[in-house]
């Protein structure tokens, strides 16, 4: 497990930069976000997910607003009964679809029951159809932002898992910092060679999170291959 010490003198070591200078300090923070903000974008990481039963609705009113932890929302459940824990209560699936939708066959916010879909608004707002016709309780579920490495939280998912793509992300950064972007740069292949790098990597993460969820060949947790492609007959 690598964590933030050991990240600092990897970036130390690789950059052949004082740690304890002053400039390298202040722009350690933009290093690390411009890697986690471009890995948590590009990769669907299942740990990144998590679960909100916070919200409930009241009646004949289809507006709900979800916590403004949520980065995307990959799917909504109405929890019956009302006033149910959420860990024995029945999970009813809404079904996403566009406001135009909602609006056109529930555009009375008196027409109530039990919801069936739903539609974005914005970020964290979302509209019901058809309004609900009691104080239901949503259970959302979608990605976060984790909290960011730093001298107080000194581990994280990418350090542990992913070091090698979360420094590949980390050098493309410092090439800029260190400005190499130009080619009249001590180095100009530095930054091309770094990204090079990254999707290399990136490719490899990517398939290991399809085979978490039982997304690889033929809807399996194992790795790819040519010979095992096409599903049992």
Same mark, same amino acid.
């Given at each position: 497990?690598?964590?933030?010490?050991?990240?600092?003198?990897?970036?130390? $070591?690789?950059?052949?930069?004082?740690?304890?200078?002053?400039?390298?300090?202040?722009?350690?923070?933009?290093?690390?976000? =411009?890697?986690?903000?471009?890995?948590?974008?590009?990769?669907?990481?299942?740990?990144?997910?998590?679960?909100?039963? *916070?919200?409930?609705?009241t009646?004949?009113?289809?507006?709900?607003?979800?916590?403004?932890?949520?980065?995307?929302?990959?799917?909504? $459940?109405?929890?019956?009964?009302?006033?149910?824990?959420?860990?024995?209560?029945?999970?009813?699936?809404?079904?996403?679809?566009?406001?135009?939708?909602? =609006?056109?066959?529930?555009?009375?916010?008196?027409?109530?029951?039990?919801?069936?879909?739903?539609?974005?608004?914005?970020?964290?707002?979302?509209i019901?159809?058809?309004?609900?016709?009691?104080? #239901?309780?949503?259970?959302?579920?979608?990605?976060?932002?984790?909290?960011?490495?730093?001298?107080?939280?000194?581990?994280?998912?990418?350090?542990?898992?992913?070091?090698d793509?979360?420094i590949?992300a980390?050098?493309?950064?410092?090439?800029? =910092?260190?400005? $190499?972007?130009?080619?009249?740069? *001590?180095?100009?292949?530095?930054?091309?060679?770094?990204?090079?790098? #990254?999707?290399?990597?990136?490719?490899?993460?990517?398939?290991?999170?399809?085979?978490?969820? *039982?997304?690889?060949?033929?809807?399996?947790?194992?790795?790819?291959?040519?010979?095992?492609?096409?599903?049992?007959?």
């Amino acid at each position: 497990m690598v964590d933030y010490t050991t990240y600092v003198a990897d970036l130390d $070591n690789m950059i052949a930069m004082d740690a304890t200078d002053t400039t390298f300090q202040e722009i350690i923070p933009a290093i690390i976000n =411009y890697a986690e903000m471009r890995i948590y974008r590009e990769l669907d990481l299942i740990s990144t997910i998590f679960r909100d039963t *916070s919200v409930s609705l009241t009646t004949a009113n289809p507006n709900a607003t979800l916590p403004s932890t949520f980065v995307t929302v990959q799917g909504i $459940n109405v929890l019956t009964p009302i006033a149910t824990d959420p860990r024995t209560a029945v999970r009813n699936p809404l079904v996403p679809t566009s406001k135009e939708v909602i =609006y056109a066959l529930w555009g009375n916010p008196n027409s109530t029951g039990l919801p069936t879909m739903y539609a974005m608004v914005d970020q964290w707002k979302l509209i019901l159809g058809p309004s609900p016709d009691n104080f #239901y309780t949503l259970e959302a579920y979608g990605t976060q932002r984790p909290a960011p490495l730093s001298a107080s939280n000194t581990t994280t998912f990418l350090t542990t898992y992913l070091y090698d793509l979360f420094i590949a992300a980390s050098m493309v950064f410092v090439s800029g =910092y260190m400005r $190499n972007f130009s080619s009249s740069g *001590s180095d100009p292949q530095m930054p091309i060679n770094w990204e090079q790098q #990254y999707q290399a990597l990136k490719g490899s993460a990517a398939i290991e999170e399809l085979r978490k969820k *039982s997304w690889s060949d033929s809807w399996t947790a194992f790795s790819p291959t040519p010979l095992a492609q096409p599903p049992r007959g």
